[in-house]
């Protein structure tokens, strides 16, 4: 609770890792046994079936599984294959979930190709020359193609916010949410329909995905490049506590080419920034962003409870009783 009385608005953003995301995972998962529930989810590429797994209940239960799934098919049938398997299989779940009178606000990053010629490049077989040389540019922090190129566009469940009524929410809720109704309006609306390319194209890295993305007939690529971690748009919600996910033991940044920092304990748009990343690199577990070992993966997953856990523990007034599973 508040110093007022009143709970408090939770976001919460999850950072892009690829398979590294088990990590996260976890975390979602002890926050969903304690009822640690959002009310605005933020994703990301590989974060985006997490995210929305955690944002309609279905964290826990779906575990460490997917991941096993996931690591296994990108060594034997390719990324853009694996995440259209793990869409076509959680696809019914989240959007039967997720867009439902109640369920939290859920975003979700990609990148938007701007212009004709770019699209032609990303759509063609240049492609993955180009990915490769936008990864050899993170070591240089050289932007000027994405900059030139591509633009973050962050899908919202919520874009036409007055659609949406949240039957748990008090007054100052709806309040709040009326007030914030124009930090959604310029955003793209995600719905059923669009929900599969939208979280397809969020994955697109053009250096390993074979699958061009299209999202109403428009080119598009995974969000790492421009948003890699959607707290920026989290905390635009009117949130007042905003958790973000790493990855990575290293500083969350918002893209790929440390463009700007997630400081734990600073401020954004009025919210509390709150930091959960791992304590080691999971690569010392066997978990890199494009490999893992299934023991690797377990553990990495072990880690994020733990992680989690220990987070609700310093943190009781931000937990729900009611939202816990069996209470």
């Given at each position: 609770m508040?110093?007022?009385?009143?709970?408090?608005r939770?976001?919460?953003?999850?950072?892009?890792?690829?398979?590294?995301?088990?990590?996260?995972?976890?975390?979602?998962?002890?926050?969903?046994?304690?009822?640690?529930?959002?009310?605005?989810?933020g994703?990301?590429?590989?974060?985006?079936?997490?995210?929305?797994?955690?944002?309609?209940?279905?964290?826990?239960?779906?575990?460490?599984?997917?991941?096993h799934?996931?690591?296994?098919g990108?060594?034997?049938?390719?990324?853009s294959?694996?995440?259209?398997?793990?869409i076509?299989?959680?696809?019914?779940?989240?959007?039967?979930?997720?867009?439902?009178?109640?369920?939290?606000?859920?975003l979700?990053?990609?990148s938007?190709?701007t212009?004709?010629?770019?699209?032609?490049?990303?759509?063609g077989?240049?492609?993955?020359e180009?990915?490769?040389?936008?990864?050899?540019?993170i070591?240089?922090?050289?932007?000027?193609?994405?900059?030139?190129?591509?633009?973050?566009?962050?899908?919202?469940?919520?874009?036409?916010?007055?659609s949406?009524?949240?039957?748990?929410?008090?007054?100052?809720?709806?309040?709040?949410?009326?007030?914030?109704?124009?930090?959604?309006?310029?955003?793209?609306?995600l719905?059923p329909?669009?929900?599969?390319?939208?979280?397809?194209a969020?994955?697109?890295?053009?250096?390993?995905?074979?699958?061009?993305?299209?999202?109403?007939?428009?080119?598009?690529?995974?969000a790492?490049?421009?948003?890699?971690?959607?707290?920026?748009?989290?905390a635009?919600?009117g949130?007042?506590?905003?958790?973000?996910?790493g990855?990575?033991?290293?500083?969350?940044?918002?893209?790929?080419?440390?463009?700007?920092?997630?400081?734990?304990?600073?401020?954004?748009?009025?919210?509390?920034?709150?930091v959960?990343?791992?304590?080691?690199?999971?690569?010392?577990?066997?978990?890199?962003y494009?490999a893992?070992?299934?023991?690797?993966?377990?553990?990495?997953?072990?880690?994020g409870?733990?992680?989690?856990?220990?987070?609700?523990?310093?943190r009781?007034?931000?937990?729900?009783?009611?939202?816990?599973?069996?209470?």
């Amino acid at each position: 609770m508040t110093p007022t009385g009143t709970r408090p608005r939770i976001g919460i953003a999850i950072a892009s890792g690829m398979l590294k995301g088990v990590f996260g995972h976890g975390v979602l998962s002890a926050f969903e046994e304690r009822g640690l529930r959002a009310q605005v989810y933020g994703t990301a590429s590989s974060a985006v079936l997490s995210g929305g797994l955690a944002a309609v209940g279905r964290a826990r239960a779906t575990g460490v599984a997917y991941w096993h799934q996931a690591a296994a098919g990108a060594a034997g049938k390719g990324m853009s294959q694996v995440v259209l398997s793990s869409i076509e299989e959680y696809g019914p779940t989240l959007r039967d979930g997720l867009f439902r009178a109640g369920a939290p606000e859920f975003l979700l990053a990609t990148s938007r190709v701007t212009n004709p010629a770019a699209a032609e490049i990303t759509q063609g077989p240049g492609a993955k020359e180009l990915g490769r040389q936008l990864l050899r540019n993170i070591f240089t922090g050289d932007r000027t193609w994405v900059e030139e190129n591509l633009a973050a566009e962050v899908f919202s469940s919520y874009a036409d916010a007055s659609s949406y009524t949240d039957a748990s929410s008090d007054a100052d809720d709806d309040a709040r949410a009326d007030a914030d109704a124009d930090a959604r309006g310029g955003r793209p609306r995600l719905t059923p329909e669009n929900f599969d390319a939208v979280s397809y194209a969020s994955t697109r890295m053009m250096h390993a995905w074979s699958v061009p993305a299209e999202v109403g007939g428009e080119a598009y690529v995974d969000a790492s490049y421009t948003c890699a971690c959607p707290a920026r748009e989290v905390a635009a919600t009117g949130v007042t506590e905003l958790i973000v996910i790493g990855a990575d033991p290293f500083p969350v940044f918002r893209d790929i080419y440390a463009s700007e920092e997630i400081v734990d304990g600073s401020t954004l748009d009025g919210a509390t920034v709150r930091v959960i990343r791992p304590e080691d690199d999971l690569k010392v577990l066997g978990v890199d962003y494009a490999a893992a070992s299934p023991e690797g993966l377990t553990g990495a997953y072990e880690l994020g409870l733990a992680a989690g856990h220990r987070f609700a523990d310093l943190r009781p007034g931000l937990l729900d009783p009611a939202g816990t599973p069996g209470a």
